[in-house]
């Protein structure tokens, strides 16, 4: 049920001037979004939540202490199992958890997605199912990790999209809000470009990779056709990656919004962004750019190894508070 409209503006006025970063528990099945038309603009009060690779469960609810959050991404393969015991734990002990439903477990680019139709519907019923009596706090379900980095290594982008359709379809059967599989943000920065003109677009390229020498109307070519499909899958949430390696430009509200739009739905979330460059100060600023631009946004906490996500130090953590 959506919230009255002074209601919403009251709330949207106290979010925009104190810049909290609220956790509900439960997960309310309504979403608080406002509208401004005439600057095609969308805001929404940030939920924040982590995502950390290769720790302990015990330094992963340390870190969700220290950022203040609730909201962890845990993934699942399907092809192996409908249950897993790591979600399960977090639910158990009052964590939210955000599912990224993937079919195969493989190296992200590597992964490919599933052509058995009746194995996806047969496996996907089951999930959801399973975690129907816990919906409530898990705020959605997102099909498979950056869809666009596994096409561009040789996956079959219509097979993801059959999968990503029947996955929304099953998922709202048993009332779960489904995300798609979140483009990479060097896919989204370049895709971007092509969305804007004049003095706008030679600033993008100033400040955002775009490689256009590197193969972009293939690229475009990739983003486009899933555009088209996308906008035709009633999933629920448009999910993007985002990251910044040295500065930030202030491009995510820019970049997120031509997508959303471009594939015709209403809400935006993020469960991936972070930094390459060890910086608190480029932490903050890439927070800041997502914030009230994104229903949920997950920090993403890496391994320090080159050209990848950093760790998150204590302070950047409390940046998400």
């Not at 219509?158 to 359709?165: C, I, M, T, V």
């Not at 895709?191 to 804007?196: F, P, V």
């Not at 932490?283 to 993403?300: K, M, P, R, S, V």
Request: include cysteine.
């Amino acid at each position: 049920m959506l919230f009255r409209k002074a209601k919403l503006y009251a709330l949207l006025l106290i979010v925009l001037t104190a810049c909290t970063k609220e956790n509900l528990s439960p997960i309310s099945s309504s979403s608080s979004v406002t509208a401004n038309s005439e600057q095609e603009q969308l805001v929404w009060p940030t939920i924040f939540g982590l995502a950390i690779e290769d720790t302990s469960y015990n330094d992963t609810k340390a870190d969700m202490s220290k950022a203040g959050v609730k909201i962890i991404r845990q993934g699942i393969f399907l092809s192996e199992t409908t249950i897993d015991k790591t979600i399960d734990k977090y639910l158990s002990d009052g964590y939210r958890v955000q599912i990224d439903i993937c079919w195969f477990d493989s190296t992200n680019g590597y992964r490919g997605f599933p052509t058995d139709t009746n194995a996806i519907k047969s496996k996907a019923d089951a999930f959801f199912k399973n975690y129907s009596d816990r919906k409530a706090y898990i705020p959605f379900v997102t099909v498979e990790n950056e869809w666009d980095y596994q096409v561009q290594h040789g996956s079959n982008l219509q097979a993801y999209l059959r999968e990503l359709s029947i996955i929304t379809s099953i998922g709202h059967k048993y009332g779960f809000k489904i995300g798609d599989g979140g483009i990479t943000s060097g896919s989204l920065q370049r895709w971007t470009y092509s969305q804007l003109t004049g003095t706008a677009q030679e600033e993008w390229k100033k400040n955002y990779y775009v490689g256009l020498n590197n193969d972009y109307d293939g690229l475009l070519n990739i983003v486009n056709t899933y555009i088209a499909s996308a906008k035709n899958i009633n999933f629920d949430y448009s999910n993007v990656h985002w990251y910044n390696t040295i500065r930030c430009c202030g491009g995510y509200a820019t970049a997120s919004l031509a997508f959303l739009k471009a594939c015709k739905k209403r809400v935006q979330v993020c469960n991936e962004f972070g930094i390459r460059t060890s910086s608190l100060n480029l932490f903050t600023q890439t927070d800041g750019e997502i914030t009230n631009h994104a229903l949920y946004a997950i920090a993403y906490s890496g391994s320090n190894v080159t050209g990848k996500a950093i760790t998150l130090t204590d302070e950047m953590l409390q940046v998400l508070k």
